[in-house]
């Protein structure tokens, strides 16, 4: 027998390949001309010569050893004479040399299979190198036919079998497309992310930056050589390469600040989004917006006379009317306009106490809605409605914009009589106000003493256009942001990076692509849920965009998460390569199970025994799924666990500072040479 043979095919079903073991093979490591190679472990990889120079490739998956055989047509069961040890391999793909050199090259397809009888020997050493380091080649820019380098392969670490055998993937792929790395706590997934970004740059550092990381916790500065905060970080400040940031309000677009403040749809959103469209210099407040949304109504109130349904399913037809007369006030209808209204709203109101039938009134209803339409649809601008335009455009204006409440009452065009339309108003003002009071949201409006005055300037803060040493990673330290504001600070900064992109010329998109790291993504980026914290659909939005259409403007996303069953499923579909550490829950494993490549899915069966930074990756950047030991980076993040066995002792040197946490949350009233801890509050005496 072949020094490499370890026995022959069985069966085979499909892409799966029964061996049975040769009798003289009993270690689980032989030696060969190649050195030495696992025989039959779990994870050993095997080949079957398929034709002159061409071998399939497969990898062992479950090993077997029966000493009876059970006839499926007979009552007997035979005793063999020695055991019947049997080896499943699932096929990977097939190597073949390549001229003009004659160097092994991988190939995920298969043109033929293994045939019953047929030897299975163990991968050589050229095999493997071909299938795990010389990683696919991706991207190839269009008219590249010069033979330029355009690809290459990045280190990921040490397979656990075969031992010691590199594992790289594709540059390209890896950084262009999204990459998710998902593992619990303590698994190693900081330090993957690290161990990419630090490998990337490597050769590659310039004075632009090319990752921007959501850094949720504060552990990312250490790892880029990023000067810490002087005098340590604030409550409720975001920080960008250790330096105070600003996320300016008027970044925000009209969909964003509506959710921000929890606008009612019927009477405050119009108004809300012509204050904007005023404040951002539009001028005069936009028609075109007004009307469409004026139509929708119509169209809706139609629905619910002829049918009972329509897209406003629970509202009656009063609601809808006004709706409908909320965004009609930003307008300034002709007489025939207002004469349709006026006859619509008596009507409606005659049927006030039921909206199932309008009987004789259906008629008359439809055709005043129609000429209705009309005669907004005459009113309707057909040139681009810029002042709509700069209402989502990121143009600077000044807070005592939003303070004066005589603004929002211009922008809704109020007349002094109408006190109703008054007080929906009343309660939109006040959340304007304590949002600006609210120290929650300052980072939101500290622009001014940040001198942010242009987008320019606001991305200058963040590298962008800028040429500076050892500027190519952005760290976006939001980890003093609280709960209720992150949302609304990663999706705003991943739709304007976004938006920036796509205002690029078509030719130009692709010139020096970014990447997004999203740490702790399932903070922000969850799955459609009816009691999602409020602002998670900011975020959600933005990065599922990215997901979809990042690619075709060179942005592309890093998604970490120690819970990938919180995470948008519309984002990791998108995802085209996985780092997997170690899983425990039975339902994130499960959500992979049904995601991954069916080769890789026996794979997954070991994710819950993986090692620190051991990791399973697959994707369209390495060319066969693999268990991997990932590379260490260089310098580590500041993701160190506790040490209660030092820290509980009673002589410990650090302790929990109440202080520092009373003062920094605004509690307390210490009087001079007293500490916040020790004060109390002032009694109260009872009158006499």
């Not at 810490?228 to 300016?248: A, D, I, Q, T």
């Not at 404040?279 to 119509?298: D, F, H, N, P, T």
């Not at 199970?593 to 994710?607: E, G």
Request: net charge neutral.
């Amino acid at each position: 027998m072949n020094e490499t043979t370890i026995g022959n095919v069985v069966a085979v079903h499909g892409f799966r390949v029964t061996v049975e073991l040769s009798q003289e093979v009993r270690s689980a490591v032989r030696s060969h001309v190649h050195g030495t190679s696992n025989a039959i472990s779990i994870n050993a990889y095997v080949t079957f010569e398929l034709g002159p120079g061409q071998r399939a490739v497969g990898i062992i998956t479950d090993l077997d050893s029966r000493e009876t055989y059970d006839p499926s047509d007979e009552e007997l069961t035979l005793q063999l004479a020695r055991p019947r040890r049997t080896a499943t391999v699932q096929l990977l793909g097939s190597v073949r040399p390549k001229p003009p050199s004659g160097a092994l090259r991988f190939d995920a397809g298969l043109g033929a299979l293994p045939t019953l009888g047929m030897p299975a020997e163990l991968a050589s050493s050229p095999t493997l190198k071909s299938v795990f380091e010389d990683a696919p080649l991706r991207n190839q820019p269009e008219g590249n036919v010069s033979g330029e380098d355009y690809d290459s392969a990045i280190r990921l670490g040490l397979a656990t079998a075969p031992a010691q055998q590199l594992v790289k993937a594709s540059y390209n792929d890896l950084f262009s497309r999204p990459l998710a790395i998902v593992g619990n706590t303590g698994s190693g997934k900081s330090n993957t992310v690290c161990q990419l970004v630090q490998s990337a740059l490597h050769d590659r550092a310039g004075g632009r930056p090319r990752f921007f990381i959501l850094d949720i916790n504060g552990e990312y500065g250490n790892a880029f050589s990023k000067a810490g905060v002087v005098g340590g970080k604030k409550p409720n400040h975001l920080y960008v390469n250790g330096k105070e940031f600003g996320l300016p309000i008027w970044l925000m677009s009209t969909s964003e600040v509506c959710e921000w403040l929890s606008v009612a749809e019927q009477t405050q959103q119009p108004a809300l989004v012509n204050l904007w469209s005023l404040a951002k210099g539009g001028g005069s407040v936009s028609l075109s917006s007004g009307v469409r949304e004026c139509v929708i109504r119509l169209d809706s109130l139609v629905d619910l006379i002829h049918s009972g349904k329509g897209p406003y399913k629970g509202k009656n037809a009063g609601q809808i009317w006004d709706a409908f007369i909320g965004y009609a006030g930003t307008l300034t209808p002709s007489s025939s306009a207002n004469s349709d209204i006026g006859a619509i709203g008596s009507l409606l109101k005659a049927h006030e106490s039921d909206h199932s039938s309008f009987g004789a009134d259906e008629v008359e209803l439809t055709q005043r809605i129609a000429s209705l339409k009309t005669a907004l649809d005459e009113q309707n601008p057909k040139n681009f409605d810029l002042s709509q335009q700069s209402a989502d455009k990121p143009i600077y204006f000044d807070l005592s914009y939003l303070r004066d409440p005589a603004k929002l009452l211009e922008a809704a065009r109020i007349d002094e009589g109408e006190h109703g339309f008054r007080q929906f108003l009343r309660g939109l003002q006040l959340r304007i106000g304590n949002r600006l009071q609210d120290q929650r949201w300052s980072c939101f409006l500290n622009y001014d003493s940040l001198k942010i005055t242009s987008f320019a300037d606001w991305l200058s803060r963040l590298g962008i256009g800028v040429n500076e040493s050892g500027n190519d990673t952005c760290i976006i330290d939001c980890s003093m942001i609280g709960h209720e504001v992150l949302p609304y600070i990663c999706g705003i900064i991943g739709r304007l990076l976004l938006d920036l992109r796509e205002h690029t010329s078509s030719d130009k998109r692709f010139h020096e692509p970014w990447a997004i790291v999203l740490e702790e993504a399932h903070n922000y980026v969850t799955p459609i849920r009816q009691n999602e914290t409020r602002g998670v659909g900011v975020s959600r939005d933005a990065f599922e965009r990215i997901a979809k259409e990042g690619r075709k403007f060179g942005l592309s996303l890093i998604v970490a998460s120690q819970r990938p069953g919180d995470v948008s499923a519309t984002i990791l579909s998108q995802c085209a390569n996985f780092i997997m550490h170690r899983l425990q829950n039975p339902d994130d494993i499960d959500h992979f199970r049904r995601i991954v490549p069916s080769q890789a899915r026996r794979l997954l069966d070991q994710i819950t025994i993986l090692s620190a930074g051991e990791a399973i990756v697959l994707g369209s950047s390495m060319n066969v799924p693999a268990r991997v030991q990932i590379d260490k980076p260089r310098i580590a993040p500041h993701s160190q666990s506790a040490s209660p066995h030092m820290s509980w002792l009673k002589n410990a040197q650090h302790l929990f500072n109440l202080d520092d946490a009373l003062t920094a949350w605004g509690l307390g009233n210490p009087i001079p040479g007293q500490s916040p801890a020790q004060a109390k509050p002032a009694s109260k005496k009872k009158p006499k």
